[in-house]
Structures are given as structure tokens and as C-alpha cells.
């Protein structure tokens, strides 16, 4: 869904003729697996020169939905207790390192291999889904991101505090849930948006936002590469490379 176009012509504001950039392709579209995309100029930001297309390929989607989420839903402020339901899946590990730029003391769960990894990006706690739902931080946060869905949604709610903000990425939230907890639970799918990928391209850019590759597939080899999502791999994305 994600994709690069390796060159610009003009005409497209705040971008130049021969420019490298990136851009998320809308969803009511077929997605970005192919050699040439065709997409609207509003939907792309420039890729920065420090920054390899590889890296560059995991920014329009799964970091654009983590800074979304966490300042777009949630409204995180600083100073505010978050946590990352799943800190090491592809939207995970930016949502972790975003959390804590915008101020937030962060905890994630994960598999207990990972413990280190999620750490290194910013988590200053560590909870191992392993260990089941992490109950003993009932109630002590004001932003919960599920990235994972299904019985970690369920247990989401009552880890907030009163008034606090569950964001899921995966399906909409149990109303009712929400109102027995006096929580506000929200769901939402990731928008193109020029001027916040711009913001998360300089981020990584200059290294404050660290871009972390799974393993990478050349394009001939796509339905592979969707299909090892079902396996055991290491923390990252999977990227597709065209040429």
C-alpha cells in the first residue's frame, strides 16, 4: 500500500523536477507492488538523501499509522503514560519510538525475545505477552495503542485510567467496553497526508526515527513476501524491492 516513485516532474509544491520521494497510495485503489504507481501529488513527501529507499518504504504506512494514531487520535501529551500493544510488529516499533519523541513514558508488550530490541527504541518498560495480559498495570494508562487486535483488544480497556484513549488499528472497538471502563476507545485507518510524512521523512532522516528492516523480497517474489507475514521472523518490515 506503501511505495516509492523514483522521480517527480514539476508542478507539484514544495517538491522539484528529479526530486526521490515517498507517498501512501489511497485505499480505494490497488496497492503500491508494482514497477510504476500513479498517484496524486498531494500524497508525497521527498525522501531524504540520507536515507536508502529500502528505509524509506517504512515510513508511509506503518510509521504514518503509528504518528496518526498517537497524535492525530490519542492527542498523546507529554509527560502521559502510553502503552504499545505488540512494540515489535512493523507498526509497533514506530509507534514505541514515536511515543517517547512526543514525550510519553512508554511500556510495550511483546515477545520476551524482543525485550531488549523494544527497549533499545525508546520502551522504558517491558511486559511479555507470553506472561498473558500485563494486570498488574490495571488502570495506570492514559493512551493504550493495540496493534495486535483480538484478546489483547479485549484486555486493553481496563489498563486505562479513567477518561483515557484506546486507538486500535485492527477493527473497531467494543463500544460497551468503553463505557464500562469510562473509557474513549477509537478505530481508524491511516490517511495519506503529505505534510506529516514529510515530518516522520525528517525524523529519519537525520536519525531521531529509526526505520527497521525485517527482511526484504525483490518485487518478482511479492506473493512470498506477503505470505511470510504468517511466520516467525525477526522485528521490522517486510519491504518489497523493485529494482
Do not use: C
Not at 528505509?55 to 506503518?62: D, F, G, H, I, N
Request: glycine share 14%.
Amino acid at each position: 500500500m506503501s511505495g516509492i516513485v523514483a522521480g517527480l516532474g514539476a508542478g507539484v509544491a514544495g517538491l522539484a523536477a528529479g526530486d526521490e520521494v515517498i507517498g501512501l497510495t489511497d485505499f480505494d485503489r490497488d496497492g503500491a507492488a508494482a514497477e510504476y504507481v500513479v498517484m496524486p501529488g498531494a500524497n508525497l513527501a521527498a525522501k531524504p538523501q540520507s536515507l536508502s529507499h529500502v528505509a524509506a518504504a517504512t515510513l508511509p504506512l506503518a510509521a504514518l499509522t503509528a504518528w496518526q494514531a498517537l497524535a492525530d487520535h490519542a492527542a498523546l501529551q507529554p509527560g502521559e503514560q502510553v502503552l504499545v500493544q505488540g512494540g515489535a510488529g512493523g507498526i509497533g516499533i514506530f509507534a514505541v519510538q514515536l511515543a517517547a519523541i512526543l514525550g510519553g513514558h512508554v511500556t510495550a508488550t511483546g515477545r520476551s525475545a524482543d525485550a531488549g530490541f523494544v527497549r533499545d527504541l525508546g520502551a522504558e518498560h517491558f511486559i511479555s505477552a507470553e506472561a498473558g495480559r500485563p494486570s498488574q498495570a490495571a488502570g495506570g494508562f492514559d493512551v493504550v495503542i493495540d496493534t495486535v487486535g483480538g484478546a489483547v483488544l479485549d484486555g486493553s480497556y481496563g489498563l486505562l485510567r479513567e477518561g483515557g484513549r484506546l486507538v486500535t488499528l485492527g477493527a473497531p472497538p467494543d463500544q460497551q467496553l468503553a463505557g464500562r471502563y469510562k473509557v474513549h476507545a477509537m478505530f481508524f485507518v491511516v490517511e495519506p497526508d503529505a505534510n506529516e510524512l514529510a515530518r516522520l521523512a525528517q525524523m529519519a532522516g537525520t536519525g531521531r526515527l529509526q526505520a527497521v528492516i525485517s527482511q526484504t523480497f525483490p518485487l518478482a517474489e511479492g506473493q512470498k513476501a506477503f505470505e511470510s507475514g504468517r511466520k516467525a521472523r525477526r522485528p521490522g518490515k517486510t519491504v518489497l524491492v523493485v529494482r
